[in-house]
């Protein structure tokens, strides 16, 4: 009985080192970004050469259709490594919808996406917004 035991506890230590290891792993490419605008927008990013939070914000125009989503405080290192930045947008106007657009050069500062083609309205049930920068 007590060998099982002691193969359960090594075992466990085992498991509790690589969960460990594996969530510093994810840790160290997961970035926040934060929303500014009153409609919840839900966020993740991964990057290797971002280190700092990007805030993202939104314009829409006089019919509350969104017109840009702006990504501010792209990292230089990102610029400088010649990093590319895709961005994807989730939103649900009757039907899920999601939308991912060019990868495009990261330059260090802001980045506005162009998002009116997509017809997307603030009242629109809005969701992620996923940036890639590799």
Same mark, same amino acid.
């Given at each position: ?19 460990? @290891? ?27 050469? *971002? ?15 969104? *017109? ?7 990292? *230089? ?5 010649? @990093? ?12 899920? *919808? ?24 603030? @009242? ?11």
């Amino acid at each position: 009985m007590a060998k099982k035991k002691n193969s359960r506890k090594a075992l466990a230590v085992v498991l509790g080192v690589v969960g460990v @290891a594996g969530l510093s792993m994810a840790s160290a490419s997961q970035l926040t970004l934060n929303t500014a605008n009153e409609a919840a927008i839900g966020v993740a990013t991964f990057s290797s050469c *971002q280190t700092s939070e990007i805030d993202v914000d939104y314009t829409y125009n006089a019919a509350f259709v969104l *017109q840009t989503l702006t990504l501010d405080s792209i990292d *230089q290192a990102c610029e400088d490594a010649g @990093a590319k930045v895709t961005v994807k947008l989730e939103w649900n106007d009757g039907a899920p *919808q999601s939308a991912t657009f060019a990868a495009v050069d990261a330059v260090a500062g802001v980045l506005s996406v162009n998002i009116a083609a997509q017809g997307i309205e603030v @009242a629109d049930d809005l969701g992620d917004v996923t940036v890639v920068i590799d």
